[in-house]
Every structure is written in structure tokens, then in C-alpha cells.
């Protein structure tokens, strides 16, 4: 499956723990929210991955992609170091001008 290329850098840092690269596919104003909380600009996000990282050290395959213009659906299968590993996820994204704009996690 072809996945855009900001999503491939993205899964690419998260791959790598990188959580300064994550953060930068992210527009400098984009919003994640995930497990009832919101996340703002790079700066929380980096720290919320960077975070997320060192408590879970996640890992994410992709299962699959709907696309619908610049708003797509990533499945995942998300393993790491909490209760009930590995889980399924659905990362919800918009994209705008090449960077995520927004991601919701559920």
C-alpha cells in the first residue's frame, strides 16, 4: 500500500524513536488528541511522543489506509509495554500542505 509521504516519515520516526522528526511532520499549530487528551504544536507533541515512547516503547503496523481527499485513516496494530499489547488503533489525520494538521488517535 502507498501511503503519503508525510504519513511514511511519520511512521518512519516513530520506527526510529525519534520524536524531534515525529513532531516535524506535524504543522507548527497541529492538534493530536489521543486517550482524552489534546496535544498542541510541535512542542507538546514532541514531548507527548517523546513521553509515550519511554512508557510504552511502542512499535506500529499498519493494517490498512482509507483515503477520502486530505483526511485519511490509518488502521494500525500498536504493541508495546502496556496491558493488553498489542491493540488496534485508527489514527485519523488531515492533511494540509504536506504536514498534518490534525490527528486523533482512537
Known amino acids: 500500500m502507498k501511503l503519503p509521504d508525510i504519513i511514511s516519515h511519520l511512521l518512519h520516526a516513530q520506527k526510529n524513536f525519534d520524536s524531534e522528526a515525529y ?44 483515503n477520502d481527499a486530505d ?18 488503533l485508527k489514527y485519523h489525520f488531515e492533511i494540509e500542505d504536506g504536514y498534518i494538521v490534525h490527528l486523533k488517535i482512537n
Open 23 to 66: 513532531a516535524n511532520c506535524f504543522s507548527t499549530n497541529a492538534i493530536v488528541q489521543d486517550e482524552g487528551k489534546t496535544y498542541k504544536g510541535r512542542e507538546e507533541i514532541r514531548q507527548w511522543n517523546e513521553e509515550t515512547n519511554n512508557k510504552y516503547n511502542m512499535h506500529i503496523k499498519v493494517l490498512d489506509l482509507y
Open 71 to 88: 483526511n485519511m485513516t490509518l488502521s494500525v496494530a500498536v504493541s508495546g509495554t502496556f496491558p493488553g499489547s498489542p491493540i488496534e
